[in-house]
């Protein structure tokens, strides 16, 4: 399979449902990935059964702030310089990059850094969605080290920095960015192919093209957004959880100095409408949706992919725009098996994200 | 205090049309409406047309009151919906959208300062046959700004002069747009005097900081449609002014109704044409509110060709804004608009369910809000709804509902805003809201505001995320009530009456 100008659109809608509200526009970064398919010609899609055991896979994401990358809008030839500083450091060659994080804009910004650095793009991601933190991947979870994380920024500026923990990297990494200010391309986490095997998130890339693709031709053939939303909850395993109305949007104040994962919170409350009439649901939401609740029972929670969509536009809704009155049908899709470990679950469950709740799997709608 | 406004001046005419419809507001020195007017006209009235239609009425209504010739007349406001035509009209269907295009746009250039920013070129995202149509060649140069304010890259005058002299002769305007020029304008304003030494005063220079917007694309979008639209813009102006002065009113300012539902005077209009996109919804919206002393509300937007309404919230007496991502001839731009929720009907009708539905939605929070209908088709929408709908305290259509563009754009103020990043760990802090109140106020009085009577009126304070120091967006905004050439006070000058020109 390949990427090109054909299908990068359904691609970036994917994106969008996988980013669970977080992550950024995909839309943002989709002329970028067209740009790139433009000039380079498309981008192959492989599998690691593709690739030599021995060669490298090489994580690539947007670091920063969304309001400066929508500014400096880079080359996307920052994959380049990170190559060649990956190359040199592992005296090996990249077989081939990958996602770091499909959901939202870090799923099309991969196509063109792929494109821009003549590489093929892993049908894989590190986290099957949006999360806020550079350790929250699979990655982290099968036990590859994080360790060097190679910085660029979009003047061919490239920094390598070594530590021996998550925390130190972080630390590190962090104030390179801002001496970039706060807009700058990063990786983390290359690995062997053969490492990458298991360690990964797969087939995440065309999982997310036919997520988009279903969503096309559902506005193709005229059909209802709460009846596109049940054909992805059958289509892969989740649920359509309740189709609402926002009656309020209560930000939770919170220490300035909390961590990433929990320094934005805000509860949502749902009432449902038409045929969920009488219902009252609880969103709980952070830089992504977290938690579904109903008369204090668990509907859904991350790791799980919990996105809403506006009935009438039929996009997802991001967890900024969320505000009082808009209609919305409520999706929960489930996650990769890795994550509901519980090493998984220490990383991306409800507890990280200061929500006292225990992950329970997703109960899937009756086909 | 009515003998006063007689001896000075000080009215303002509002002249809206939309369709055939024209309707025509005159309010004294006292911002009170004295009196109001609607007229349906055939055949694609032009505002020259509108004007000539709803000028005598009011005059002899003020008559009555005392009042009396086009000299009282100090400012002349239009709210005019086929502005948005002008515009161009958002393509609809996917085909070509320039049917309205009546030529005499373009050709110009387009300039971005930062060279680093090539993952996606100048018009990418513009349907490419209006691109090749109206944009001669663009570029990308070493410039713009980081966040912080310092440069992104050092200006490269001379790649621009280079630039400069390939399109020389051959376009009409050049549009820049530097990276971070909303925060710091420096090197588009240093880029404007070498294009303009280079091309001479006649090619108009439009910078993006003036637009605003946060996101490059769509601020350089928006930027180089208003360089294409501001030659012919400039011209429309000039001919307005000429049909001003045969009805006895060359020495009124002229004013028109903008996006975000302040005014902007003529001169600033003519090189800030995008602006005028939706204004004439906006000052509906407004006006509406105004009629019936609401500044809390919800207005059901009816348009003359009787398609569905749309529902708008006003808080505070401001109309609610979107936040940008207006698309305008099939290209994205940062453009704000007044916010209004489509009334969806299953069917062709305007049902109750779908009306309560799009009340709900337009709202801000669930407190239940008045219901105001306004606009041409405010009277035949009212004699179809219940006089209850969930959600609203009453559904009323205040007098004179059909004339509330009219109203609005008569008794609007000038705005003017702009932003600045703010890093809290700074010391200055209070110098930097400040400075960016009095850039705002600046901006107000560019834009045609009285320079004595414009003050800062509200400042927004947006935490920025995933910033490892803390920072805020700041945006100021500023208003004041429109500039007169007559100061009141002064005596009002001498006009020939209108009898005596024939009208």
Known sequence: MDFDKGNLAAFAKGCDVLG?????????????ALHAVAEHGPVRVVELTEL??????????????????????????????????????????????????????????SVAFAAHAGLPLLDADGMGRAFPGIEQVAMQVAGIPASPSVLADEHDRVVLVRAESGEWLERLARNVATAFGNRGVSSEYVMTVDQADGAVVDGSMTKALRIGTVLEEAVRDGHSTRSAVARLAEEFGGARLAECRVTGVHPIKN????????????????????????????????????????????????????????????????????????????????????????????????????????????????? | ??????????????????????????????????????????????PDDALHAALAPLLAHAEVDGGGTAGDIDRVLFAISELDDVVVEPDTDGSAPQETWTGGHGPVAAVRLGAATTAVPPLALWPPEFRDRVVLASTC???????????????????????????????????????????????????????????????????????GGSGLLERENATVLQAVMTPPACRDAERLQQVLVAHGLGHAEVFFAR?????????????????LYGGAAAATVRGTALLAGEQDTLVALTRADGTAPSIGAVTAGLPRLTSG????????????????????????????????????????????????????????????????????????????????????????????????????????????????????????????????????????????????????????????????????????????????NGI
């Not at chain 2, 045609?448 to 800062?456: E, I, K, T």
């Open chain 2, 325 to 500: 991502h207006t698309t305008i001839a099939g290209v994205p731009t940062s453009l704000r608009m007044v916010a209004q929720v489509p009334v969806r009907p299953d069917g062709a009708r305007c049902d109750t369910r779908a009306l309560t539905e799009a009340i709900d939605r337009a709202k801000v929070a669930p407190t239940d809000l008045p219901l105001l209908l306004g606009g041409p088709g405010a009277e035949e929408l009212a004699a179809t709804l219940p006089p209850h709908l969930a959600g609203t305290v009453s559904v009323r259509c205040p007098p004179w509902a059909a004339a509330a563009a009219a109203v609005g754009v008569a008794t609007a103020p000038v705005g003017g805003e702009a932003r600045r990043i703010l890093a809290l760990s700074d010391d200055d802090a209070s110098v930097v809201r400040e400075t960016v109140d009095e850039a705002a106020r600046v901006a107000a009085v560019r834009a045609g505001a009285d320079p004595q009577r414009a003050r800062a009126k509200l400042r927004e304070e947006t935490p920025l995320s995933y910033l490892a120091e803390p920072a805020v967006a700041l945006l100021a905004r500023a208003e004041g009530p429109p500039r007169s050439a007559v100061p009141a006070g002064r005596p009002r000058p001498t006009t020939v009456p209108l009898e005596e």
């Open chain 2, 259 to 275: 996006n975000d539902g302040t005014i902007m005077a003529i001169d600033y209009a003519a090189t800030h044409p995008l602006a």
């Open chain 2, 141 to 211: 140069v070493s410039g713009g700004a980081r966040l912080d304010g310092t440069e992104l890259e050092p200006l490269d005058e001379a790649g621009l002069a280079a630039f400069a002299r390939t399109v020389a002769g051959k376009v009409e305007a050049v549009a820049v747009t530097g990276v971070f020029a909303t925060l710091t304008p420096d090197h588009e304003l240093a880029a404007a005097a070498v294009l303009e030494r280079e091309l001479g005063g006649r090619v108009r220079i439009v910078l993006s900081h003036e637009i």
């Open chain 1, 52 to 109: 030599p055991d021995d060669e490298l896979v090489m994580p690539c994401a947007l670091l920063g702030a969304p309001d400066v990358y929508v500014e400096r809008i880079g080359t996307g030839r920052e994959s380049v310089v990170i190559r060649r500083q990956v190359e040199a450091h592992f005296d090996r060659r990249v077989a081939a990059l990958m996602c770091t994080e499909v959901g939202g804009s870090n799923g099309p910004m």
């Open chain 2, 1 to 46: 205090m009515s003998d006063l406004a007689h001896h000075t001046g000080g009215y303002r005419l509002g002249i809206a049309l939309d369709g055939d419809e024209v309707a025509g507001a005159l309010v004294d020195v006292h911002g009170t409406v004295v009196a109001v007017t609607t007229r349906r006209l055939t055949g694609k009235p032009t």
């Open chain 1, 20 to 32: 669970a509200g977080g992550g950024g526009p995909a839309g943002q970064t989709l002329p970028a």
């Open chain 1, 255 to 367: 220490k300035a100095t909390a961590a990433l994962a929990t320094n934005t919170r805000r509860t949502i409350l749902l009432e449902g409408v038409n045929r969920d009439d009488g219902r009252w649901l609880r969103l709980e939401a952070g830089h992504e949706y977290h938690a579904v609740l109903e008369d204090g029972e668990l509907l859904a929670a991350t790791p799980d992919v919990i996105t809403l969509f506006d009935i009438h536009g039929g996009e997802p809704v991001p967890v900024p725009e969320l505000r009082y009155g808009l209609r919305v049908v409520v999706l929960a899709l489930p996650s990769p098996p890795s994550w509901q470990r519980p090493e998984g679950l220490a990383l991306v469950g409800p507890r990280a994200f200061g929500l006292s709740l225990d992950y329970s799997p997703l109960a899937a709608d009756d086909v």
